[in-house]
């Protein structure tokens, strides 16, 4: 009896992330790592405190924020680790504690400084 | 016919098991004309230069799938590779990557032959029938689900393509897994729920990472890279259904 | 497999098995499906930039601008630039195989083909994207 694999769940994780990444990563990059910073096409307060409190205290932003960040990873990190595969590094019970568990380390950090912020 | 003014460098990977522990290249210069085939510049080479060169072929129009060998590093049919098209040489000929060689360009096809047999290539009825119900009907419709995928030659340019196959040989593989969806998708079969165990393993669907390369060089079209695909989606609604209550339960 | 030996005695080695290593370099396909995932990394460290925001964010606003000044540095903005890059790259190679992934859609009697559905995939990529920057100038008003 072959055995079952347990990739669908991580398959699935990969699927949601690797759409979301290609609907909406671009523009994020765009918005958090280069406009708002050099003061292009969105003011440089775009990402002031008082603003971005607003939007995570509510629950639609907090949704958000922590969706994109785990999603992302755990697209990612499907992907490295099969990446590693490929290029050799066949170490599958350290590889994957490094890969998945970079991503549960970012998805509980976020979930946690999401909700010490509050509603 | 014309005689040869041209030749070719054909290159070929020797291995003779008796003589050498490693693979070796090989040149010869072959006569050229525009209508020769890298198949029939082997057979020049094995004819009239060096009787020791061993190939598989035999319908020399890409329909038995045993002439399959690497030609300038891509998985190709050398009777539907043509010398023309690789001037000026050299042309670099080598046995199908990822399969093991048993000598000069022959490989070892066991593996992949068991693996064929094993995902049951026949039409397990969904109930019995009767001689006098008569034949099955199918809509043109229903034919279309499975055409493309019934079109294998089992030729293997498409595991000599799979770098996942060739990092793990225990890898179902392309073709067998199209050959898997053409039944799975046949309107005349019931025995999905008898292949899902093939799927569902490491070594089915979930060794696949899209690379496509498979449907790339297949000769026919199967496009075996989108059967492995479809079926991770019919392998993962098995992996989560199997959670639900059964009907009637 | 043993060597075996044959009836005269000779030694015959068994079917080669050649190497793996850098399988990926000799054939054009697969340095395009390496480029293709290497953007994984581009995501893993959005991500993470991300993570280090909310954190930040969780811990009160010196610290949120802290984080808002690193985001202003040189190398950020190298940084992004490149992740950019890596972005746009996923975005094009997911639309690429993404009719690989997916069974046969009909429409009016016709099997919709790869290049129509990629082509799909892209027009709402590049309307999402404008429609989230379109919302975020909005925002400010």
């Known amino acids: 009896m072959k055995k079952r694999s347990n990739a669908p769940f991580f398959w699935l994780m990969f699927g949601a992330g690797g759409m979301l990444s290609a609907l909406l990563g671009t523009a994020l990059v765009f918005i958090t790592g280069l406009a708002t910073p050099l003061g292009m096409v969105l003011k440089p307060d775009f990402m002031a405190y008082g603003r971005m409190m607003a939007f995570a205290h509510n629950f639609i932003g907090k949704g958000f924020v922590f969706v994109v960040i785990a999603l992302f990873a755990w697209h990612a990190a499907h992907r490295i680790f099969h990446s590693l595969h490929d290029v050799g590094i066949h170490n599958g019970t350290v590889a994957k504690l490094l890969c998945y568990g970079s991503a549960l380390v970012m998805t509980v950090v976020a979930a946690y400084s999401l909700l010490r912020i509050g509603f | ?249 | 497999m043993k060597p075996q030996s044959n009836e005269s005695g000779v030694r015959r080695n068994p079917p080669y098995v050649r190497p793996m290593a850098g399988w990926w370099t000799r054939n054009p396909f697969f340095v395009r499906y390496m480029v293709r995932e290497v953007t994984a990394v581009a995501v893993w460290i959005y991500a993470l930039v991300l993570t280090f925001g909310v954190v930040r964010l969780s811990q009160g606003e010196a610290a949120w601008n802290g984080w808002l000044d690193a985001m202003k540095s040189p190398a950020s903005i190298v940084l992004h630039l490149v992740l950019l890059l890596g972005m746009v790259l996923h975005v094009h190679s997911w639309f690429e195989i993404m009719p690989k992934t997916m069974a046969p859609i009909i429409v009016g009697g016709e099997r919709v083909s790869a290049e129509r559905i990629q082509r799909t995939g892209w027009t709402v990529a590049v309307v999402v994207t404008v429609l989230a920057l379109a919302l975020a100038v909005w925002s400010q008003s």
């Open chain 2, 1 to 249: 016919m014309a005689e040869p003014t041209q030749t070719i460098e054909i290159q070929v990977l020797r291995y003779r098991p008796e003589q050498e522990t490693e693979p070796v290249w090989q040149s010869y210069q072959v006569p050229f004309t525009e209508d020769m085939s890298v198949l029939q510049g082997l057979q020049y080479i094995k004819d009239e230069i060096d009787g020791s060169v061993s190939f598989r072929w035999s319908c020399r129009m890409a329909i038995c799938g045993s002439c399959g060998m690497m030609i300038n590093r891509k998985p190709s049919l050398s009777c539907q590779t043509f010398l023309r098209d690789l001037l000026p040489g050299p042309v670099k000929v080598e046995a199908l990557d990822h399969l093991p060689i048993e000598r000069d360009l022959v490989v070892s096809v066991e593996p992949f032959v068991k693996k064929l047999e094993s995902i049951k290539p026949y039409i397990i009825p969904k109930e019995a029938r009767a001689l006098s119900e008569g034949e099955y009907l199918q809509t043109p419709a229903q034919l279309e689900k499975i055409e493309q995928f019934s079109s294998c030659i089992n030729c293997m340019l498409c595991y000599a393509a799979c770098p996942q196959f060739g990092l793990n040989p225990e890898f179902t593989g392309p073709g067998v897994l199209a050959l898997l969806h053409r039944y799975n998708a046949d309107s005349r079969d019931g025995g999905r729920a008898e292949r899902m165990e093939i799927l569902n393993a490491e070594e089915g669907v979930w060794s696949c990472t899209a690379v496509g390369y498979c449907s790339e060089v297949c000769p026919k079209g199967v496009d075996p890279a989108n059967a492995v695909n479809q079926n991770k989606v019919n392998s993962a609604l098995d992996y989560f259904i199997r959670f639900l209550p059964k009907k009637g339960a």
